[in-house]
DNA sequence: CAGTGGTCTAGACCACGGG
DNA sequence: CCGTGGTCTAGACCACTGG
């Protein structure tokens, strides 16, 4: 897997994105795009790009007429739901130092609703994954992953599940992982949750991901379901009006 | 309040979602885009843009050097989180009967926490709106609205708030309504909730949305909680991968 | 009115895949 | 290889705001 260079407009992004971390544009102001886009020797469409993205990050907003500015909210969201990362990445956005523990890896028995959602109902058992995430020395998310075991198609060791899943999948599987689809649910946690977590005993509900995850196919190839400490991990996105 | 013509994206994204509904890319294939943008007279960068939504969508997906295909997944998808709909929409895409029930609309004082939120500390009260969405006669969805009375520039009546507060925004406050900040949390419904919402005893954990609206100028003008049925209203959405 | 962002076009070239 | 989608450009015109 080489890298290629960064598409330009992803360069752009991320050059203001550093000029706005360096409050360059104190008044919060941006150039004209004209002016910015011969100043970084791009088109007027891919700065325009660039800005379309950023606002949709909620970095900048636009306003016809008047000018592109520096967001304030903006700058508070420490996350992104529409974007997948990986949970360690998330913790340290949050500013606790991540730590990954693999708890378990098998091949068990799982329920067939899990199984129906992956296409495998003539499977008798699924590779099962469990990890926990620390922030610091607190436990803040804790995932089971579900993978059919006949995808594999390398040797693989611990280490290699230790990262996310969709870094596994084409590495492991020579499947390109496309997106997940994700159900947000809150749970109160079972005793078993609980004890993983290590919650107080006043803490006991929490958020959760149920994801399916599609391959560049479309055909779903993992699921997953993590739970959220959410007092301590923020789950916010930013919202627009559907046009 | 006068509509313009939508964009040429957006109009080539209704087409093409209108083609898709009537399944007539049976096989699931796009045409070529070179193909489809002359047969619709537009430029292949229009076409692009609008496929590019109908992606982040969910309801296609691209691949380079293959083809455009109609997502099998996307169909799935009844609710997009990043995207602000009325709830009576999202009530009906579940298949549901809506209704609005306006509770109560009070000038009353709030916790400072939601003064602050607003910029609003120096106010003793604000405007407090409560109201009650059904699925059908099941109560699905109840929601607090605070809003900084000072804002209100013309009289209204109880129908003008029935709608939803980004509505009423620019025609009783003179304010454009840009975006939500919002974050998600579970709940742990209390009594007074789970009276409003007619929870059976066992059903007590909710979804809930803690929202600040934003107008144009990135300035916060308004808060809301909704606390979701989660059981009947599925909040789902696709996530990529960060690039 | 001048200056800003919003929309749309035609055309070029590149990267990737197996119709 | 050819055909697909991916990227980027230069330029035109429109819509909106009040620098």
Chains 1, 2 share one sequence.
């Not at 752009?12 to 102001?29: T, W």
Request: hydrophobic share 40%.
């Amino acid at each position: 897997m080489l890298r290629r260079t960064p598409s330009l407009v992803q360069q752009v992004k991320m050059h203001l994105k550093q000029r706005i971390r360096a409050a360059e544009f104190a008044d919060g102001r941006f150039p004209p795009e004209a002016d910015l886009a011969r100043e970084l020797g791009v088109s007027r469409n891919t700065l325009r790009d660039a800005l379309s993205q950023l606002e949709a990050e909620g970095v900048i907003f636009r306003r016809q007429g008047a000018g592109t500015f520096v967001s304030q909210a903006g700058l508070m969201v420490k996350t992104r739901l529409e974007e997948i990362i990986p949970y360690e990445t998330l913790i340290r956005q949050h500013g606790y130092n991540p730590t990954v523990k693999l708890l378990s890896v098998r091949q068990e028995p799982v329920e067939p609703e899990i199984k129906a959602g992956l296409e495998a109902e003539n499977l008798s058992d699924l590779l099962v994954i469990k990890k926990l995430f620390l922030a610091g020395d607190t436990p803040v998310i804790f995932s089971i992953t579900y993978l059919p075991p006949h995808l594999i198609t390398r040797p693989y060791t611990p280490d290699d599940i230790r990262g996310p899943i969709y870094r596994f999948l084409p590495r492991f599987c020579q499947q390109e992982f496309a997106y997940y689809l994700t159900e947000i649910v809150p749970v109160d946690a079972p005793p078993w949750l609980a004890d993983t977590l290590q919650l107080p005993s006043h803490r006991t509900v929490l958020l959760a991901f149920d994801e399916t995850g599609y391959n560049q196919d479309d055909r779903p190839v993992v699921r997953a379901r993590s739970y959220f400490r959410h007092d301590l991990i923020r789950l916010r996105l930013v919202r627009r009006l559907a046009v």
